[in-house]
């Protein structure tokens, strides 16, 4: 297939151009940088124009839509940039593929699912109402709406795929990143970090990741949903802890807090109906993956422990 990933610059996109590529299909990228590459165009997808250009100049089987503003807190910060990006973006994308026809992946979030205290199934928005709790998971709600109305006014073809927590080699640290990266390169710096004792997650490996949205492209179902997510139910005081241990560090420069507000508390996934149709089976765990992750940053970052 002739494929498209926006935002293919960013931690889980430029992974997953690594492995389309390495299956056989014809890769192309958009995002916000310069860049030198053959098959590589910048452009905002929240301005119209070039994205139309784009579109005219190629004719995509499938996009990846994976351009977007990272995180609750970035959400607060930039939220003109926001708004426009996961928004207005995404709604540029649903027009063209109205007007082209390809078929569309739609990287949403599980902060979609606010609060919600029991397993996180895909059509638990279906059976009740759920109030997203920061800027960045109404937007990606928001986004989801828009689709659910293409899908019916236009006949649009998408896939919906939530993310949970994922991390590992290639997500760069700064403020706004994952909980995982934050935790690694302050504990190698010797930074203050504060560690949130009452939330629980399950952490995602970028590998895992990328394999879970790469075998879309063979079982691509219109209209459907899936949970993309790791298997260990985990608190982060004992991901902190496995990272001091693994450094052989204290928590000397940890501030214990009990909880973060304006974030879920407790993610637990059901990710049963990714296993049946995506051919998915998480494989990394935590004792694998952050060692991986700390000696990546390590080397990108020049840190010794």
């Known amino acids: 297939m002739k494929i498209l990933v926006t935002g293919g610059k960013g931690v889980v996109g430029s992974s997953l151009v690594l492995e389309l590529t390495a299956r056989g299909h014809d890769v192309w990228v958009c995002d916000l940088q310069h860049s030198h590459e053959k098959n590589y165009f910048r452009c905002d997808v929240a301005k119209y124009r070039p994205l139309l250009k784009l579109f005219e100049e190629h004719d995509f089987d499938l996009v990846y839509h994976l351009a977007a503003e990272f995180g609750r807190w970035n959400g607060e910060d930039y939220y003109e940039e926001l708004w426009m990006s996961n928004v207005v973006g995404t709604k540029n994308l649903l027009r063209l593929q109205e007007k082209f026809g390809f078929k569309m992946v739609f990287a949403s979030s599980s902060e979609v699912y606010g609060d919600y205290a029991g397993m996180m199934a895909e059509d638990v928005m279906e059976k009740m109402e759920i109030k997203q709790m920061n800027d960045y998971a109404i937007s990606k709600w928001a986004n989801e709406l828009q689709i659910l109305n293409s899908q019916i006014m236009h006949g649009n073809q998408v896939v919906r795929v939530r993310i949970f927590n994922t991390y590992g080699p290639g997500e760069y640290y700064s403020p706004y990143r994952s909980a995982i990266c934050l935790f690694i390169y302050r504990a190698l710096q010797n930074l203050p970090c504060t560690v949130y004792l ?64 304006f974030t879920t508390k407790i993610k637990i996934p059901d990710i049963s109906k990714t296993i049946r149709d995506l051919n998915y089976s998480p494989r990394v765990i935590l004792e694998q993956g952050i060692p991986r992750t700390v000696e990546w940053m390590k080397e990108v970052y020049n840190l010794q422990d």
């Open 198 to 261: 009452n939330h629980k997650r399950t952490s995602l490996y970028i590998d895992d990741c990328i394999t879970a949205l790469s075998n879309i492209v063979d079982n691509f179902k219109a209209g459907e949903v899936y949970n993309i997510a790791g298997s260990e139910l985990h608190d982060m005081k004992s991901v902190s802890d496995m990272i001091l241990t693994y450094l052989n560090k204290d928590d000397s420069h940890i501030e214990y807090q009990e909880e973060e507000p």
